[in-house]
């Protein structure tokens, strides 16, 4: 499988003097997402759990919702041959393995997607699935809608220490300073998982796929701490896992509130040392009388 970092040679420039040295990046590769044999979406990640990010990703599109609507989850051979073969034929020799192209089967009676679906999709790193969906489409293919889910009431307190706990964690953004992260705490601030990627959207992908194969979906207890920004796509991924908090250190966009505001989802922005933007969802924040009487927000 691929690595996920790599090392380099770099000229090193530090107050006029140069030297070389090796340095570590953070590997990012092209995976190719498969469903039933065919394509379905290319995203680039950084390699490891790539079955979770393909699971997280059907998650996100509305294909499956429990770890018994997919079947099996495969590498496949000969990527670098041109023709697409299945994973027993590394065996055989068929074609070598890049283990860059996963294939989803659905279990039967599992419907496949429409037509429009079925779209050889490219996602990049940065962006993920962008205009994919309309408000409308996301509400409506929800599996678990998360204005019927229980409350979940958290003191913005809380919510402020997340960042650090999620920072600690990163092992990898340590050795490279390179890589987005998506964490999943409980109510009570424990992180209960956390993936790291080149793409902030398949880090989170990875944690909803997880969650999927272990049976732990919905997420409507669990709280979705994104390094960045607050993209219309990850609030589209956390609404489809019925998470009802999201998180993230930087700026929403736009459509990531209106999206918020449409599904019930308490988003949240800015969220650095104990100050926070709240877009959408503020009832869900444990909020005391004597801050909301603390005068007007900046």
């Excluded at 044999?37 to 699971?55: H, Q, S, V, Y």
């Excluded at 409506?140 to 409350?151: G, H, S």
């Excluded at 490279?176 to 902030?200: I, K, N």
Aim: proline share 6%.
């Amino acid at each position: 499988m691929g690595r996920v970092t790599e090392r380099r040679r770099v000229l090193r420039i530090r107050g006029g003097a140069l030297s070389t040295r090796p340095d570590t990046l953070v590997a990012e590769e092209p995976l190719e997402i498969r469903l039933g044999g065919k394509p379905l979406a290319i995203t680039m990640r950084t390699p490891g759990d790539d079955f979770a990010l393909a699971a997280g990703f059907l998650v996100s599109e509305g294909v499956v919702g429990r770890a018994s609507d997919v079947a099996n989850i495969v590498y496949c051979a000969g990527a670098t041959r041109g023709g697409p073969s299945r994973s027993s034929e590394v065996e055989s020799g068929g074609g070598s393995n890049t283990y860059n192209i996963v294939d989803v089967q659905l279990a039967p009676g599992v419907p496949l997607p429409e037509i429009t679906l079925e779209r050889n999709v490219y996602t990049t790193s940065s962006c993920g699935l962008c205009g994919k969906a309309s408000l409308d489409a996301v509400r409506t293919t929800a599996w678990w809608p998360i204005a019927d889910t229980p409350p979940v009431r958290v003191a913005p307190e809380l919510l402020a220490i997340l960042p650090d706990r999620l920072r600690a964690a990163q092992r990898v953004f340590d050795r490279t300073g390179g890589l987005h992260a998506a964490g999943l705490f409980s109510p009570e601030g424990e992180l209960l998982d956390l993936r790291e990627d080149v793409g902030r959207h398949n880090a989170v992908d990875k944690l909803i796929g997880r969650a999927l194969q272990s049976g732990e979906l919905p997420l409507s207890r669990s709280i979705l701490l994104v390094s960045g920004r607050a993209s219309f796509e990850l609030a589209q991924k956390a609404v489809m896992a019925g998470i009802p908090l999201l998180a993230a250190v930087s700026a929403p966009s736009s459509l990531a509130v209106d999206l918020a505001a449409e599904t019930g989802l308490t988003l949240v922005g800015f969220l650095r040392g104990g100050s926070m933007n709240v877009y959408a969802g503020e009832h869900r924040l444990d909020l005391h009388a004597e801050a909301m009487a603390g005068g007007p927000a900046r």
